[in-house]
T-cell receptor, first 115, second 112 residues
């Protein structure tokens, strides 16, 4: 299966600041996604990271709050901007199209706490 | 849009017993149904998946069954072990790996 790393693995941030999360996969993939998982809850898709173009956001998520980059086929970043305690969550990246498969694989997640 | 329900929300079984988790979906166009296992502090890990042209799939102690008519699919774990304890999520997709809608999850505890 895909080997996916996320940095940082966890962070504690102050209200009003921004944090950029990195996602790196060990081989080129077709699709990269960003999810949010609030404590004890299921996964909610934030956006699809598109290589070379603007990300596609799901309802309730906007680019100003969650800017996303995907400069190549193995790397993406998600920024959580102007953070508030409500942004405390686990942020997960996932990939699809790894070595020709259509399975979606997840990274280990980034646990964010906003004070 | 698609809606995925999952039951039960929590499940406790004795080691060696079987565990069954059921999901229902609303969109008859959904054609791909993966199951993920999430251990504490880790990302979800794919454990098995099934496509709409198959009724059942098995991988060692894990099996998934799909009833397209009734729009439900189930995860079966036999001979459970303590390391099976985790949260399990089902999902449904119309595009084989994209646009997943996840169920709310089932916390499975296997008691030694």
């Amino acid at each position: 299966s895909a080997v996916i790393s996320q940095k940082p693995s966890r962070d504690i941030c102050q209200r009003g600041t921004s944090l950029t999360i990195q996602c790196q996969v060990d081989s080129q993939v077709t699709m990269m996604f960003w999810y949010r998982q609030q404590p004890g809850q299921s996964l909610t898709l934030i956006a699809t990271a598109n290589q070379g173009s603007e990300a596609t956001y799901e309802s309730g998520f906007v680019i100003d709050k969650f800017p996303i980059s995907r400069p190549n086929l193995t790397f993406s970043t998600l920024t959580v901007s102007n953070m508030s305690p409500e942004d405390s969550s686990i942020y997960l990246c996932s990939v699809e199209g790894y070595k020709g498969t259509d399975t979606q694989y997840f990274g280990p997640g980034t646990r964010l706490t906003v004070l | 849009g698609e809606n995925v329900e999952q039951h039960p929300s929590t499940l406790s079984v004795q080691e060696g017993d079987s565990a069954v988790i059921k999901c229902t979906y609303s969109d008859s166009a959904s054609n791909y149904f993966p199951w993920y296992k999430q251990e504490l502090g880790k990302g979800p890990q794919l454990i098995i998946d099934i496509r709409s042209n198959v009724g059942e799939k098995k991988d060692q102690r894990i099996a998934v069954t799909l009833n397209k008519t009734a729009k439900h699919f189930s995860l079966h774990i036999t001979e459970t072990q303590p390391e099976d304890s985790a949260v399990y999520f089902c999902a449904a997709s119309k595009n084989y790996g994209q646009n997943f809608v996840f169920g709310p999850g089932t916390r499975l505890s296997v008691l030694p």
